[in-house]
């Protein structure tokens, strides 16, 4: 059994690890910063932290042997300043792990550098400032994941859901190799226990599709008419985040980093070790596993 400590326990994937390390018969400890208001499994400790702020930090990693960093500032207040943030929050993370001799932290990021995204070169920063401070940082890199709370999954569902034509520019046919969230909670969870756990971690489903191909398949899957796609090459990212902001539930200061980074393949370039992710979910199985939930 070990002690382990789940940042981002209040996000997504964050909300549906703590049950399954739970389960797994791992101690949990669940960071928030208004732990009076966070929805996380009772079986938790809840303790409260702010990483932007430096507070909580050395408490919370007391006597902890593997942590999850799930958290980034993407949506958050200020989008422009949301790289700084999360530069902040790892310096602040990585230092306060450091003192408390955590053995392995484990952080989840995204699958491609980004060299044309903030948002997916943010992701990849923070990787190697969490490396700066500590000896052994697992970097899980994950495609797109596709569950009911995943913000790209809700936007693309949405999309189909309200949308019978599209007016799409060129990341319409960008590839990606998209991931049952389940598959990457079953990662994570089996990370924590791998001896020698690799560096790097990639995590990609068993097919590659490309975002006209995902969004054809979740309209026939939600048991509605594919929409009709007509790609332009002149949409900008900006002109694109406000489309998806007017049809889908999701506020700009989140799609405007998800859509820029549309345009960067993600796709597996390098198997895992097996024992992880041996038998991922298939997309059309995920998807009608999101949807029904």
């Known amino acids: 059994m070990l002690h382990t400590l789940v940042t981002g326990a209040t996000g997504y994937v964050g909300g549906l690890l703590v049950p399954e390390l739970l389960d797994a018969g791992h101690r949990v400890r669940a960071l928030a910063r208004n732990p009076a208001t966070a929805d996380v499994d009772g079986r938790a400790e809840l303790v409260r932290g702010d990483l932007a702020k430096d507070e909580g930090l050395d408490d919370a990693l007391a006597g902890i042997d593997v942590a999850y960093y799930l958290v980034h500032s993407m949506g958050r207040g200020n989008p422009a300043d949301f790289a700084e943030q999360d530069r902040v929050a790892a310096r602040s993370f990585g230092r306060a792990a450091a003192r408390a001799g955590v053995a392995r932290v484990i952080y989840l990021g995204g699958l491609e550098d980004g060299v044309d995204s903030a948002h997916l070169k943010s992701r990849h920063e923070v990787a190697q400032i969490l490396r700066e401070h500590l000896d052994e940082v697992v970097y899980v890199r994950a495609a797109m994941v596709i569950g009911a709370g995943s913000a790209s999954f809700v936007m693309m569902s949405k999309l189909v859901e309200r949308l019978p034509v599209m007016v799409c520019p060129r990341w319409i046919d960008t590839r990606t190799q998209p991931i049952a969230v389940r598959d990457v909670t079953a990662a994570l969870v089996a990370l924590a226990t791998r001896e020698e756990a690799p560096e790097e971690v990639q995590l990609g489903g068993p097919e590659v ?81 999101a949807l029904a939930a």
């Not at 597996?268 to 998807?287: C, I, K, R, S």
């Open 209 to 289: 599709l490309t975002y006209r191909e995902m969004m054809r398949r979740t309209a026939t899957l939600s048991g509605r008419r594919a929409p009709l796609m007509v790609k332009v090459p002149v949409l900008t990212p900006g002109l694109s985040s406000w489309w998806v902001v007017l049809v889908t539930p999701i506020d700009m200061g989140l799609v405007r980093p998800l859509v820029e980074g549309l345009s960067a393949e993600m796709v597996v370039t390098e198997a895992p070790p097996p024992g992880l992710n041996d038998h991922p979910q298939a997309f059309d199985a995920a998807v009608r596993e």
